[in-house]
Nanobody, 112 residues
Framework: VQLQASGGGLVQAGGSLRLSCTVS??????VSWHRQAPGKEREWVAR???????EYADSVKGRFIISRDIIKRMVYLQMNSLNPEDTAVYYC?????????WGQGTQVTVSS
């Protein structure tokens, strides 16, 4: 099982980024994105459940959109209206048959 996150970078406040997560070895039915800012614990950002239901942390609701392509085994996070508080390393996670699989993380830096 491998997860490869990409799409991070440096963006100005108010800008947008789209993160991608390439998954191999498991299906992308239950997926989520998490982030970890310097000096803080990793926190959940968004998830998509098996039926396509999406849930978001209050801090990103209305700005971020999680999606997936089951056939391509891709997971995406569209991030809009970014602000400096969104600066973190972003991780994708796939839950499959009771086990969690994580990607290596991609850095997102938002300048003010």
């Amino acid at each position: 099982v491998q997860l490869q996150a990409s799409g991070g970078g440096l963006v100005q406040a108010g800008g947008s980024l789209r993160l991608s997560c390439t998954v191999s070895g498991v299906s992308v039915t239950v997926v989520s994105w998490h982030r970890q800012a310097p000096g803080k614990e990793r926190e959940w950002v968004a998830r998509m459940l098996g039926g396509g239901i999406t849930e978001y942390a209050d801090s990103v609701k209305g700005r971020f959109i999680i999606s997936r392509d089951i056939i391509k085994r891709m997971v995406y996070l569209q991030m809009n209206s970014l602000n400096p508080e969104d600066t973190a390393v972003y991780y994708c996670r796939v839950r499959y048959r009771g086990s969690d699989y994580w990607g290596q993380g991609t850095q997102v830096t938002v300048s003010s």
